[in-house]
């Protein structure tokens, strides 16, 4: 999840940037812009979908006790990234032939310019809605369907071992969930929060261009909803940070990684060194 929102920002803010700003006119004759169009729609359904994923997870984990120890697996991980990612990648490739292989510097967040007859198009437009069905519509609707449930076994669980407990005494059962209720929350509510402004200004700009719509937006409100969107990813990391001790011991461990190798390097250097000095002075006492 934190590489998929990682990519996010390098593809949707960084790259985005970098050939407007350094005046980089080759990219004009190379369909650039294409291919950063796709890579950029792929890593962003990945990050949402990873969050549908890691919600569905902790459904299964705290719901379904049973599934959980067939479902809650290393191989299960694997397999449902692996299946997001090629997914995503396979769906997003229809932007490539969207957009013309050029930037373009707007009122709007800079982006590809897209030709007028892709922009007019009632047959683009369908498919540019199915993309917003899918994304984020869709996991609006799945992950406010699975934290709901999630919530309610909790509830229920959690009052029924009241009334088996004494109700002075501590519940570390109960406080792992209130913990994991309290995440769901945070993560399902600034996925949602954060994304709604940037959906409705696109599909708004879409109606628009077919003239199904009457009213106006400033174009503030598109750069409002591309930082939220983009924020969006930035702390959803930062979330997992926080809150995920596991996360946390890994990703020091990663940090750490380096310096752990050149130590064991170093003592197996010195190790070496030492038996060599050892068999040079057994030789030597010998002779």
């Known amino acids: 999840m934190a590489a998929a929102d990682l990519l996010v920002i390098i593809f949707d803010l960084i790259l985005r940037m970098i050939p407007i700003a350094h ?3 080759f ?7 294409n291919i950063h169009a796709v890579v950029l729609y792929a890593v962003t359904d990945c990050s ?3 969050t549908v994923a890691f919600t569905f997870d902790r459904f299964v984990a705290i719901c379904c006790q049973k599934l959980k120890h067939r479902y809650c697996t290393d191989k299960t991980a694997t397999v449902v990234l692996g299946t997001v990612s090629v997914l995503s990648s396979v769906k997003n490739v229809y932007w490539y032939f969207m957009y013309s292989s050029w ?30 069905i899918l994304t984020p519509c869709v996991p ?32 570390p059962e109960m406080e792992n969930r209130r913990k994991s209720m309290i995440l769901l929350f945070i993560i399902s509510g600034n996925f949602i929060l954060l994304w709604a402004v940037f959906t409705f200004y696109l599909i708004w700009k879409r109606m628009r261009n077919l003239r199904y719509s009457d009213f106006f937006l400033p174009s503030f409100v598109s750069e409002i909803g591309f930082m ?11 979330i997992y940070a926080v809150t995920q001790k596991k996360f946390r011991e890994q990703y020091l461990t990663v940090l750490i990684y380096p310096f752990t190798r050149l130590t ?16 040079s002075m057994v030789r030597t006492v010998d002779l």
């Open 48 to 50: 949402v979908w990873i």
């Open 103 to 132: 930037y373009t510097l707007a009122n709007t967040p800079w982006f590809c310019y897209m030709d007028v007859r892709v922009m007019f198009s009632v047959t683009w437009a369908t498919i540019e809605f199915l993309h917003y």
């Open 23 to 25: 005046e980089m006119y």
């Open 228 to 238: 939220l969107q983009i924020l969006s990813c930035c702390t959803n990391t930062c």
């Open 140 to 171: 609006f609707v799945l992950i406010l369907l699975l934290n709901t449930l999630t919530i309610r076994h909790i509830l229920v669980v959690s009052r029924a071992r009241r009334r088996l407990r004494d109700q002075k005494s501590a519940d």
């Open 264 to 279: 064991r390097l170093i003592k197996h250097c010195t190790r070496i060194k030492a038996e060599k000095i050892t068999v």
């Open 27 to 33: 990219v004009k004759f190379i369909p650039l812009c």
